[in-house]
């Protein structure tokens, strides 16, 4: 990375990320600008330990380049992303490498105005892959901005300007100054229990005696609990599926689902599924019912299914029925 002619010296942060810091990350020891950009949305709302175990390496070797990523149909990058959940990153990824075909730009204000990277996102891709001098603002970064500063409650504009005072401490390791924030949030300052002892900002930090208490607890909202009844259409081995249409999974393939339903003899029932999403709690009760192939427009064989993006929820499903 680029450094100014006049570099000032490493302040406690700095000298902690070169101690202590996640070096191993893949990510981290690549320059390649796209391996950084995927790595920064798919971190997005996942932890690092699921994106390295089961989807990182995957994608990659599915689609090695931003090229081989524009070409690729929606079904594939969906299936690629299938378990990996906010199904919305995935489609504006595509999205975006179809717009850029070959490089992304290397401003953080060109990134910015690419489908799915927020400010954040933007920043971080501009520092860490185009040594941009940009502070960062993520969920663990903020945490740590809201102690060390004793501030319960800011809205982002507030917590940004935080990001920028204390970045401006660090302003020639601005790569170092972001990847250690992240670390802390991550390793130290964690939202139960932080380590206050072995963090680097101990000596400055203005809520390190009451950690726990910044930022403000948010008033949990009870989940919104829904009841559906989710029906397998079969015909010889093959399966009816309908493709979402609405933004939460759209793209993906599902059963059929239905708030009301005739519970006559010709449909079996299979079982019960419990399903969490963020702010819903599912209920469903799954039934199987014996088709003509002229009813639906889409079936699908068992081989066929494993190869198109299907939710959590209707794996769930499929799961009931091969084993009644």
């Known amino acids: 990375m680029k450094r100014t002619n006049s570099i000032k010296s490493k302040t406690p942060l700095i000298l902690w990320y070169e101690e202590h810091g996640r070096h191993d990350l893949p990510w981290r020891k690549t320059a390649d600008s796209y391996h950084i950009y995927l790595s920064e949305?798919?971190?997005?709302?996942?932890?690092?330990?699921?994106?390295?175990?089961?989807?990182?390496?995957?994608?990659?070797?599915?689609?090695?380049?931003i090229e081989s990523l524009a070409n690729a149909?929606?079904?594939?990058?969906?299936?690629?992303?299938?378990?990996?959940?906010?199904?919305?990153?995935?489609?504006?990824?595509?999205?975006?490498?179809?717009?850029?075909?070959?490089?992304?730009?290397?401003?953080?204000?060109?990134?910015?105005?690419?489908?799915?990277?927020?400010?954040?996102?933007?920043?971080?891709?501009?520092?860490?892959a185009f040594g941009a001098t940009v502070p960062i603002l993520d969920g663990n970064v903020k945490r740590v901005l809201y102690r060390f500063y004793k501030t319960k409650v800011a809205n982002d504009k507030e917590l940004w300007v935080l990001s920028h005072r204390l970045f401006k401490q660090n302003i020639d390791y601005a790569y170092e100054h972001n990847q250690a924030l992240m670390d802390i949030g991550s390793q130290v300052c964690t939202i139960r229990n932080p380590k206050c002892d072995l963090c680097p900002l101990e000596l400055t930090c203005q809520g390190k005696d009451t950690a726990t208490e910044f930022p403000a607890k948010k008033i949990k909202?009870?989940?919104?609990?829904?009841?559906?009844?989710?029906?397998?259409?079969?015909?010889?081995?093959?399966?009816?599926?309908?493709?979402?249409?609405?933004?939460?999974?759209?793209?993906?393939?599902?059963?059929?689902?239905?708030?009301?339903?005739?519970?006559?003899d010709s449909k079996k029932f299979l079982g019960d599924i419990k399903h969490e999403y963020t702010h819903i709690s599912l209920r469903a009760k799954v039934y199987l019912v014996k088709a003509k192939k002229s009813q639906f427009?889409?079936?699908?064989?068992?081989?066929?299914?494993?190869?198109i993006a299907l939710s959590k929820l209707d794996h769930k499903a499929l799961f009931i029925y091969h084993t009644k």
């Open 41 to 65: 949305i798919m971190l997005q709302q996942t932890q690092v330990k699921t994106v390295l175990e089961r989807f990182y390496f995957q994608f990659l070797e599915r689609f090695p380049s």
């Open 73 to 128: 149909t929606e079904d594939d990058v969906l299936k690629s992303w299938e378990g990996l959940g906010y199904y919305t990153r995935a489609r504006n990824l595509h999205k975006t490498a179809q717009l850029i075909q070959t490089a992304l730009p290397r401003s953080a204000e060109e990134l910015h105005s690419l489908p799915g990277i927020g400010p954040s996102t933007a920043n971080a891709i501009a520092c860490f």
């Open 221 to 264: 909202k009870k989940k919104e609990i829904r009841h559906r009844y989710l029906v397998i259409y079969e015909n010889k081995n093959t399966f009816a599926l309908f493709q979402n249409e609405e933004n939460l999974l759209k793209g993906l393939w599902s059963f059929k689902q239905f708030e009301e339903l005739n519970l006559d």
């Open 297 to 307: 427009k889409n079936w699908f064989t068992r081989d066929e299914i494993s190869q």
